[in-house]
């Protein structure tokens, strides 16, 4: 296949007709326009739980869609689990400019953002795209420039790609960005707990998962505001509910709604609240050598969430 520019756009495969492919630029060009199979998508290898992919997207023609109104969808497809779940971002659908828009089982197509107007599309006008998701979040950019970002928890990871509907297009310089999984801890900040904030630290980050909590976190803006944003952008939150604190609480009912993997910490079940004692959780004590079987305990809890073994 020659230089690719990118590794991760080395394997891929197609669905329907062939694409014209130029591994070194980055360039990958749908089929002309096939009125029995109007949809055509090519599907990269790797699987992505959080990152972004990105190309200049250009189309080049499109045919009438049943409203005679002629089609310029052109997308970029991300977290595809099965042909009936990913999401898809792109242009010239549900009569928008850009759109964001995700697949259910039927399959059914259920826009999620969306801003501008169809007509202002253009065939043979680039548009440089970037979708970037984390967590929940989920954000659109033109040029570098944001123009919507929305909150979906339907699709955790999955495939990255790309796709048109009744329209050839160039996506060209395609470019594929894995991000370092995210851990976002939930605790009272108390001195007594230091040595279980850092045993959590050490352990998660054997993983390859980098991992903070509130307090190592400096921005101008209001705390809560970003809490809720650091756990909506996290693969994984760890709560310890030792010492019945009412922020944890309410942060990690927060984590509980955006549908995170999460594990669970106390010291005794009288820390737990009857609505979250039927929750698994790892218990620990505070005493010489607890270090060592907190370890331990997170180490099994991580791979049972399938992060698999710690690189260590």
Request: net charge neutral.
């Amino acid at each position: 296949m020659g230089i690719v520019s990118d590794p991760l756009l080395g394997k891929f495969s197609v669905l329907n007709d062939e694409w014209q492919v130029d591994l070194p630029t980055g360039t990958f060009i749908s089929p002309e326009l096939q009125p029995e199979r109007p949809e055509q998508m090519l599907m990269f290898a790797p699987r992505l739980r959080n990152g972004s992919i990105s190309a200049d997207v250009t189309p080049l023609k499109g045919g009438k869609s049943p409203r005679e109104a002629v089609s310029l969808e052109a997308a970029i497809v991300f977290r595809h689990g099965s042909p009936e779940g990913y999401y898809y971002a792109g242009t010239s659908a549900f009569d928008t400019k850009f759109f964001m828009a995700k697949v259910l089982q039927g399959p059914y197509f259920q826009a999620r953002g969306y801003v501008g107007r169809r007509s202002s599309v253009l065939a043979g006008r680039t548009y440089r795209l970037r979708v970037e998701f984390s967590g929940s979040q989920i954000t659109l950019y033109e040029n570098d420039v944001q123009q919507f970002s929305v909150f979906d928890d339907a699709y955790a990871g999955g495939q990255v790609g790309l796709r048109t509907f009744r329209t050839q297009a160039r996506f060209a310089n395609v470019r594929i960005r894995p991000a370092t999984p995210r851990c976002f801890v939930i605790m009272p900040f108390t001195s007594e707990l230091s040595f279980v904030y850092r045993v959590m630290k050490e352990v998660v980050e054997s993983y390859g998962i980098s991992c903070e909590r509130a307090d190592e976190v400096y921005l101008s803006r209001p705390v809560m505001d970003d809490v809720k944003t650091r756990i909506a952008e996290a693969d994984l939150v760890i709560v310890d509910f030792t010492g019945r604190n009412p922020n944890v609480y309410y942060e990690a009912g927060l984590a509980d709604a955006y549908k995170k993997d999460w594990i669970v910490l106390a010291q005794s079940s009288e820390d737990m609240t009857f609505d979250v004692r039927h929750v698994r959780s790892v218990r620990y004590s505070n005493t010489m050598g607890a270090d060592l079987k907190l370890r331990a305990d997170l180490d099994q809890a991580l791979r049972g969430l399938g992060y698999g073994q710690a690189a260590r």
